[in-house]
Structures are given as C-alpha cells and as structure tokens.
C-alpha cells in the first residue's frame, strides 16, 4: 500500500484537506499534517523565530502551529515511520493561477516535497458566482478529481517536479497539460487610524489582470478545463548570464 501525505494551507479542519482523505483512505495510508489554522500566502516560509508544537488530534492526523512548509519539513523528519510515495498539498479554496504560485502556500507545500525527491501535486478548487460566504465549490467531486490525477501521477511524475492542478467550477473531467498564463495584481494598500492615532496599514489583493494564450492554465480554466502545470525550479536565466559573463570577465 503505497503512503500519502496530505497538506495545505488553509488549515488541519479545511474541508478540502477532510474530502481528499475521504477520497484516499480506502486504497492509502493517508497521513496528514497540516497547519493548525489558515496560513494563506506563505509560499515556503520557515518558522524561525520560536519554537515548533504539534498536537495529534486522531491517528495519523497532526496539527502544526506553523506553515505548510513547516509542516512537511515535520512529517518528513519526525513525525512519518516511513518516507511517502507522494504528497498532495491542498484541496485550496481558491484559484493559484500564474503568478500566484510564488505566494501560495499550497503551492510552497509541494515545493518543499520535492526538496526532499518526493512527487507531489497542488490542488486548488475555483469556485462559482455567488457571495464570499456562499462560494459555490464542488468538494466531493473535486476530491475525486483529484484521486484520478493523482493515480495517473503515482506512475507518471518526475519527483524533482510539482503539478500544480486547478479544478474549475462546475468541475468538468478534462485535464489539459498547461504553461503558466499571467496573472497581475496592484495590490490595494489601504491606511487607516488606530484608536491611540497611530497609522496602520492592510494590503489587499486587487482586482487581478488576467493574461492567458492557448496552452495556458489561465485560458484552460476559463474554457472550464482542469489545469495541470508542471513546474520546476529553473529560475537562471542562460541567455542572459551568456550577455553578462563578458562584462566581468
């Protein structure tokens, strides 16, 4: 039986996180660690500053008051008898789309997976129209979305390299391999007044501009296809180190 890690970053009592273990269990040993509240848009952060506490709240589920990345530094390190075959980190509430992948903590979860060799994938479910306290999101058929890309990866994935998955509502079962489209912000910066006159500041997100060629997983999502991106750690740039080197030569 092969062994999974499960993570994200929205939280041990995420609904995504509970519906892809429902999905798992009965074929693999599921383990979860994962952070003990919502750690949205850490990316790989580290705690650094104070120490780490874990508390088991059933077998083989573990709360962590850290990050994602923290979380599987623990279950690589401690907390798993053995090495897994393949981590999945989320199901996230919400898009993490092109640029989004270097703040997503979900993503920074598969990420720090691969540091270790191991396959992994993030998922990230969209959601319908409808108010931020109503979002429209299909966990159970997501979870089983999930399940069946996973599966495929099991046999498939490079371990030096993550998928990063995004599930469209409605969920529909086309899957298209994808390039990162571009994905804007100008985030908002708003100040206000604290009670004792002191100034403080909230960083919002914005309203995003959306860029997205055919093959891209911004225009796969919006057609209402299932984005699959692979993604690897390659940020030199050749030509430009070949422009540079004379210079310093």
């Not at 999905?23 to 994962?34: F, I, M, P, Q, W």
């Amino acid at each position: 039986m092969k062994t999974i890690l499960l993570t994200n970053d929205d939280g041990v009592f995420s609904r995504g996180l509970s519906e892809l273990k429902r999905s798992l269990e009965d074929r693999y040993s599921v383990y979860v660690v994962a952070p003990d509240r919502e750690r949205s848009a850490v990316s790989m952060a580290l705690t650094l500053n104070h120490p780490l506490r874990v508390k088991e709240l059933a077998e083989r589920v573990y709360a962590v008051d850290g990050t994602t990345a923290d979380c599987v530094n623990l279950a690589m390190q401690k907390l798993l008898p053995i090495r897994p075959d393949f981590v999945l980190s989320g199901m996230n509430i919400g898009e993490n789309l092109a640029e989004d992948i270097f703040f997503s903590g979900t993503v920074g979860g598969a990420f720090s997976a691969v540091l270790y060799g191991i396959p992994a994938m993030a998922v990230s479910l969209m959601s319908g129209p409808g108010s931020a306290d109503e979002l429209l999101i299909d966990f159970g058929q997501g979870a089983d979305l999930s399940r069946r890309i996973m599966e495929i990866m099991l046999a498939q994935a490079d371990p030096h390299v993550i998928y990063n998955v995004n599930i469209p509502f409605p969920n529909r079962e086309i899957v298209r391999v994808t390039t990162l489209g571009k994905k804007r912000y100008t985030p908002d910066v708003i100040e206000r007044e604290d009670p004792r006159g002191r100034n403080y500041f909230w960083i919002g997100t914005g309203m995003p501009d959306y860029i997205g060629d055919e093959g891209t997983d911004i225009q796969t999502v919006n057609r209402g296809e299932i984005s699959l991106s692979p993604l690897k750690y390659a940020f030199s740039m050749q030509a430009e180190i070949d422009r540079l080197r004379p210079c310093f030569e």
